[in-house]
């Protein structure tokens, strides 16, 4: 069978984004000056974070909410919550 | 609806369903609120439901329960880059009543099991998150949520909100987890015939096989994957410490497509397709993560609670048991009329007496062991993988001496005396 990179297996999904995004970088300076890894784009298991050379951009919307990016951004500069009530992402089978 | 309930319960997976289903059928006035859309559209598991738990709540629940297969063998593959070790179990008392343990998909079964809580007169609220337990002098005494005018009240407060269980950080009961206290692990379902499925896993229609993929399946990391039949699909998942992830510089998605091209298991995949992807946190600090259960009007239950046997894959039956000691525990302090800690540390207690922490507490050093000696996952399944191959592969060398060859080439590799040591670590840490 053939592999999906991410933007395919996050088609596979049902979301159903909230106006508001639930996840906020607190500091765009501490991602810039202090985290040349800038780890959160590598380990988010749904690039929902994307470094746009000055800030963060946060692709809340194709969040799975596992909460890895609270637990592993290195500088807890993460603010993370639950969608809404009934919104987010929708898993229909597993 | 009435302002105050008995029991309002925070999250409807395993832990929290179990807990409002035995509460509600002894009478008491259950709340079981659910953030997502449905029971389940929330919630992921590798696949393995255990009989045992869930028959304790609903008894035969198999002959109703939408489940996909019986579970009848059980594979373990240590597997390097060309090749695996394999070792497993096979035996049909599995395939009849009263069964081991079943895959199943989540979104479907929670859905049903949340029904039967219902059905048991729990009120369910969907699509609700709570953002916050009320605290009266001291007290939990209900809870705050999202919607308009959403506060609701109640004697005792059920967390149940999983893995991350964001209210009972708030309460103090534990501080933020750690990278190597949880397990990233991302899963796809694949959708496969059934007679393809049946044919490649050697089974009948009504049969299920799990594999459990250590070694290369993480690239050497801590972690596992695994591979589990389902009627006419299959989950295949892999997962390591968050800390693992972080230090490898590993993307969980590119270790999943890693995964399934691998040549052990591309070609029982093949002519597959992806129905589904998912990404989920599993609570695996264990024993030493656990935090504290009982407080003033609320217990903690399931993954919240981080009740999770990482080393055996057990983890949803946790989560049943954890509730269903706690609805006892809410009962007969309904029944003593005492809400305090001290009356609600009976559940604390029940769940110390029972196999969940007296497991944990048998692995307590295992993830710390492992994380901390990657030579376990990284050095020795490549190790048994060409030991395996020397010895089986017929060259005319006499048998002692492939037996002398292979523990000379793991001693020259590790050393002899940290060979010994490795072995000591280990046994020590899964005694």
């Known amino acids: 069978m053939s592999t999906k990179n991410i933007e395919e297996k996050q088609y596979l999904l049902r979301f159903k984004a909230d106006t508001k995004s639930h996840l906020t970088v607190m500091d765009d300076d501490i991602c810039a000056t202090k985290c040349p890894d800038k780890i959160c784009t590598i380990f988010c298991p749904a690039e929902v974070y994307k470094w746009e050379g000055l800030r963060m951009q946060v692709g809340y919307e194709g969040c799975h909410e596992c909460g890895s990016c609270r637990i592993g951004c290195p500088y807890q500069n993460i603010k993370w919550e639950y969608p809404k009530g009934g919104h987010g992402i929708v898993f229909r089978l597993a | ?431």
């Open chain 2, 1 to 431: 609806m009435p302002e105050k309930f008995d029991v309002i319960v925070v999250g409807a997976g395993p832990a929290g369903t179990s807990c409002a289903l035995v509460c509600a059928q002894k009478g008491l006035n259950v709340l079981l609120i659910e953030r997502g859309e449905y029971p389940g559209s929330k919630n992921v598991m590798g696949g393995v439901l255990y009989r045992k738990q869930m028959e304790e709540l609903i008894p035969e629940f198999w002959k109703e329960a939408p489940l996909e297969r019986p579970v009848i063998e059980q594979r373990f593959w240590m597997m390097d880059k060309e090749s695996v070790v394999q070792f497993g179990y096979k035996g049909l008392e599995w395939g009849v009543e009263p069964y081991n343990n079943f895959t199943v998909l989540r979104a479907q079964f929670d859905q049903w099991f949340a029904k039967k809580a219902v059905e048991a007169g729990a009120l369910l609220i969907n699509e609700t998150v709570v953002t916050e337990c009320i605290v009266e002098n001291g007290k939990v005494v209900g809870i705050r949520t999202d919607r308009p005018n959403g506060e609701v009240y109640a004697d005792v407060v059920v967390l149940a909100d999983g893995v991350n269980s964001l209210l009972s950080k708030q309460l103090g009961f534990h501080k933020e987890f750690r990278p190597d206290e949880v397990a990233l692990t991302v899963m796809e379902v694949i959708n496969l015939p059934k007679e393809k499925i049946n044919d490649r896993f050697n089974l009948e229609d009504n049969q299920g096989c799990t594999i459990e993929i250590f070694g290369d399946s993480t690239k050497g990391n801590l972690g596992t994957a695994f591979l589990y039949t389902n009627k006419d699909s299959l989950n295949i998942g892999v997962g390591t410490t968050l800390s693992s992830m972080i230090k490898a510089k590993l993307k969980p998605y590119d270790l999943l497509d890693y995964l399934k091209t691998h040549p052990m298991v591309k070609p029982m995949l093949a002519g597959g397709e992806s129905a589904e992807y998912l990404a989920h946190l599993i609570p695996e600090g264990g024993y030493r993560s656990v935090p504290k259960v009982a407080g003033n009007g609320v217990v903690v239950v399931g993954d919240a609670a981080q009740l999770v046997n990482a080393i055996h894959r057990e983890g949803s039956n946790m989560a049943m048991h954890s509730g269903l000691l706690a609805a006892e525990t809410v009962i007969e302090a309904k029944y003593r009329g005492d809400f305090s800690e001290s009356s609600l540390n009976l559940y604390r207690q029940k769940l110390y007496d029972s196999f969940i922490i007296k497991d944990l507490e048998k692995y307590k050093d295992a993830t710390h062991t492992f994380e901390n000696n990657p030579q376990y996952f990284k050095e020795y399944v490549p190790m048994m993988n060409k030991a395996m191959s020397k010895f089986f592969t017929v060259d005319g060398t006499p048998k002692r001496d492939k037996q002398k060859e292979i523990m000379k080439s793991v001693t020259s590799e590790r050393g002899t005396i940290k060979v010994i040591q490795d072995i000591y670590r280990a046994w020590k840490a899964v005694k």
